[in-house]
């Protein structure tokens, strides 16, 4: 069964400094892979997705994630952290063909000042 | 576009009583799904239609759980005789069926509280 791990469930950096979220999957052949984050009492906002048209796909507000098949990783950066960014954010799979997406546990971003 | 809506945004019950939630997806799109979240978790499936059909259910989605989408359009959850386990918030996400994987689209979820 498809899996999703993210390391860390909470990550604190500095505003302006480098965000870096880990995401791994468990799967024999490449998924749909996603990212989505969520803001206090709202609901889950989609960053990107990956659908296997290019390895590096970029989202909304600066993020990207690569697409590593050797590693099943799928890791969120940002070059510069911004107030703005502090949310839980949420890698997920879905393999193709299904409909159902299988989410990570989550982390939790912290920008300090 | 008016995204995804659901209704109510909290609810708070007595243990043993029933619940029922709304949600209404963006207009055109013909897919529907319903999510469980808890407290440090992540999302997991309950539930899928494709317009008016039920296509699949999670085995989380105990005989308690029913769900309807009778038009096609909106869609209700039921939970009967709730208990203390099902305190979490409940998200719809909404899709349109595209050859490529499409996007999810969620809704602010309801947050159920039993006690």
């Known amino acids: 069964a498809q899996s999703v791990t993210q390391l860390g469930s909470h990550v604190s950096v500095s505003e302006g400094a480098l965000v870096l979220l880990r995401c791994n999957y468990s799967s024999s052949v490449p998924p749909y892979l996603f990212w989505y984050v969520q803001y206090p009492n709202q609901g889950l906002q989609l960053l990107l997705k990956?659908?296997?048209?290019?390895?590096l796909v970029k989202g909304i507000n600066d993020f990207e994630a690569e697409f590593k098949k050797s590693e099943t990783s799928f890791h969120l950066t940002k070059p510069s952290a911004h107030m703005s960014d502090a949310a839980e954010y949420f890698c997920a799979v879905s393999e193709y063909g299904s409909y159902k997406l299988i989410f990570g546990s989550g982390t939790r971003l912290l920008v300090r000042p | 576009d008016t995204g995804v809506s659901q209704n109510p945004r909290h609810k708070i019950t007595k243990r043993g009583q029933n619940v029922t939630f709304r949600c209404d997806p963006i207009s055109e799109h013909n897919r529907l799904y319903w999510y469980r979240q808890t407290l440090g978790q992540g999302p997991e499936f309950l539930t899928y239609f494709q317009n008016e059909a039920q296509l699949e259910k999670s085995r989380l989605l105990s005989d308690r759980f029913s769900a309807e989408r009778p038009k096609g359009s909106f869609s209700t959850l039921e939970i009967q005789r709730t208990e203390q386990g099902d305190s979490a918030m409940y998200l719809c996400a909404s899709s349109l069926e595209r050859q490529l994987q499409e996007t999810q689209y969620f809704g602010p979820g309801t947050r159920l509280l039993v006690l």
């Open positions: 990956y659908t296997s048209a290019a390895t």
